[in-house]
């Protein structure tokens, strides 16, 4: 096919009645709308489409290997221990806390083959912050690694609903006295081993995946099996998408080896879990797991398991690129950088676009609440759109609605309008576990009320302006820190930048810039301000910045702490320590 193919008539051609995208009407808790007619029911069946790739690599961590059909038998012998020895019922909460670890994807699946509703925790989270999530959740049995263990120990007499935890290894010794350990709780794995008979439907819960909490308690996104596999669709739709459209990307007929993704990224996240992992398993890829993220060896990964994709989050990406160790690295098996979870500067595409000679850049849009992928840009489109994250899917339907709007269908704005992206469709969660106060605010009539800024296109792409709580006002001048950033992106000295609100006495608020220069560049504050200037309304242009040594605060999403940041630069910005650790002042020249 050649390029001249239209996003609308890919479109129409995919999803032609008998193809494999063909989307039905059908009532999702009594809210109509489009689905995948193709997509597997449950999860179980995506397991079982995993069977068919037999004896291929499935899981890669340091020296182990595990086959898919190795996997699924794993799976299928814990998913029988979960009912039979600890009493894991169709509903049960169980909950997942560990670093990524082979034993986190094999519990994924042996718990949801028992029918309990997967819990996977936030592994950075304190043992107070466990503990939160394991009793707001009501989960029965958990699976941890040692140092998860460790951390939960002093709660776990609080925890009244909490029968059983199970110990994976870590980076200890797994403790004897608060349960067994995985591999004693798995015991012998039958040859023949299949999941237990559990009725499972498309619209059961499936997963209970804890917000970010970067204001107040994490609130848990109940997601449905039809969720998760909507999410798999979405992404499948966008690969062949651009197959026809483009052609020769990762997977093509000419291309015809295993699939190799370098899992970079925490599979507690939605990112992790529905848009790598389980689409993964559904696709017969091979899963290089990292004990932690290097970008050294990230690069020695690539190089060694020949691996196609990578990304996750753009700040990945761009510390691959940037590693010194990339030039004399062999990564000539690339064939996709994609990445999503947080803003990405508009510069990325070109630089993977020249670091890849075969690789294509493609970037996304989602959140916990639609159970990862929205909207996908690839191809020729992100070139020529590379401030956007691209088209919703076809099953999707996304509005953009004037800020404060509380329900009711989204009024028809014209293309280009800026308002709130509202969201709605088969990947939709249902709610948040046990609130349904905060779920009736966030969900009307099936529309997700994303709290994100964004504009729509006369062609339809959505481009994500800011968050609504990060908009910064000043003057009655709303400024959009993702455009200030990403103007900042495009100086040559700058690796990373967060833009926040600085109270004024007049203004209100004013433009402030926390800057990561690259290694061996050095640049003064009034040329990073110039350099917005000319890109961008005069009021948009930091009037404050500080330059920082140390990597931005990210939560394992990829997002910024912006909260955080703006507390410690704030606060550092009056102390002799925090200029000689974060900072310089408004007028110095800073070196990376």
Not at 155 to 174: I, K
Not at 392 to 406: C, L, Q, R, S
Not at 483 to 494: G, R
Request: proline share 6%; glycine share 10%; net charge negative.
């Amino acid at each position: 096919m050649t390029d001249e193919m239209s996003f609308e008539d890919a479109v129409a051609r995919l999803t032609a009645p008998g193809q494999m995208f063909e989307m039905q009407d059908v009532l999702v808790r009594g809210v109509p709308m489009r689905a995948w007619k193709a997509a597997p029911p449950t999860l179980r069946s995506v397991l079982d489409l995993s069977l068919g790739y037999g004896d291929a690599d499935f899981i890669v961590y340091e020296d182990e290997r595990t086959s898919f059909a190795q996997h699924y038998r794993i799976a299928a012998t814990l998913a029988h221990r979960l009912r039979d020895d600890l009493g894991v019922q169709k509903g049960d909460r169980v909950a997942i806390a560990m670093r990524n670890l082979p034993e986190w994807i094999m519990a994924f699946w042996g718990a949801v083959c028992a029918g309990a509703i997967v819990v996977p925790l936030n592994a950075w989270w304190t043992g107070a912050e466990l503990a939160y999530g394991l009793s707001d959740s009501g989960t029965t049995v958990a699976i941890v690694d040692t140092e998860r263990a460790e951390r939960l120990r002093p709660y776990l007499s609080e925890l009244g609903q909490l029968r059983t935890v199970v110990t994976a290894r870590g980076d200890g010794d797994a403790p004897k006295d608060l349960g067994p350990c995985f591999a004693e709780l798995l015991g012998d794995v039958a040859d023949d081993a299949v999941p237990p008979a559990v009725e499972l439907l498309p619209d059961d819960d499936a997963t209970i995946f804890y917000t970010s909490g970067t204001t107040g308690k994490p609130k848990g996104a109940v997601g449905t099996h039809r969720n998760t596999c909507t999410n798999l669709m979405n992404i499948f739709f966008n690969h062949m998408m651009s197959q026809l459209r483009w052609g020769g990307a990762e997977g093509s007929v000419e291309d015809a080896r295993q699939r190799c993704y370098l899992l970079n990224v925490p599979l507690f996240h939605a990112t992790g879990c529905h848009a790598v992992l389980v689409t993964n398993t559904a696709a017969g890829t091979k899963l290089v797991l990292m004990h932690h993220f290097d970008p050294e060896r990230a690069l020695e990964l690539i190089e060694r398991e020949k691996v196609t994709i990578f990304g996750g989050v753009p700040t990945v990406v761009m510390r691959i690129l940037d590693s010194p160790d990339f030039a004399r690295r062999d990564v000539s098996s690339v064939r996709s950088v994609s990445y999503g979870g947080a803003p990405a500067p508009t510069d990325l595409v070109r630089r993977i676009n020249e670091a890849f000679s075969t690789g294509h850049a493609g970037n996304g849009y989602g959140l916990t609440e639609t159970s990862a992928a929205t909207a996908m840009n690839s191809g020729a489109d992100y070139v020529r759109k590379p401030d956007s994250v691209g088209h919703a899917a076809p099953v999707a339907d996304v509005a953009v609605v004037p800020e404060g709007t509380i329900g009711g269908e989204p009024p028809a704005l014209p293309p280009g309008t800026v308002g709130e992206l509202w969201v709605k469709g088969p990947h939709v969660v249902r709610g948040y576990w046990n609130r349904p106060e905060e779920t009736a605010r966030a969900i009307t009539e099936g529309w997700l009320h994303t709290g994100d800024i964004a504009r729509i296109d006369e062609e339809g792409f959505i481009f994500i302006v800011d968050r609504a709580k990060d908009v910064v006002i000043r003057g009655g001048e709303n400024v959009y820190s993702v455009e200030v950033e990403d103007a900042l992106f495009t100086h040559p000295a700058v690796a990373d930048c967060a833009v926040i609100g600085v109270p004024h006495p007049v203004l209100g608020e004013e433009v402030g810039a926390v800057v990561v220069l690259r290694p061996g560049h050095k640049v003064r504050a009034e040329e990073l301000a110039d350099h917005v200037r000319g890109r961008l309304a005069n009021f948009n242009v930091p009037t404050r910045l500080w330059f920082r040594r140390a990597p931005l605060p990210r939560n394992p999403a990829g997002k910024l702490l912006k909260r955080a940041l703006r507390e410690e630069v704030l606060g550092a910005a009056g102390s002799e320590a925090g200029r000689a650790t974060a900072w310089a002042g408004a007028s110095n020249e800073w070196e990376g």
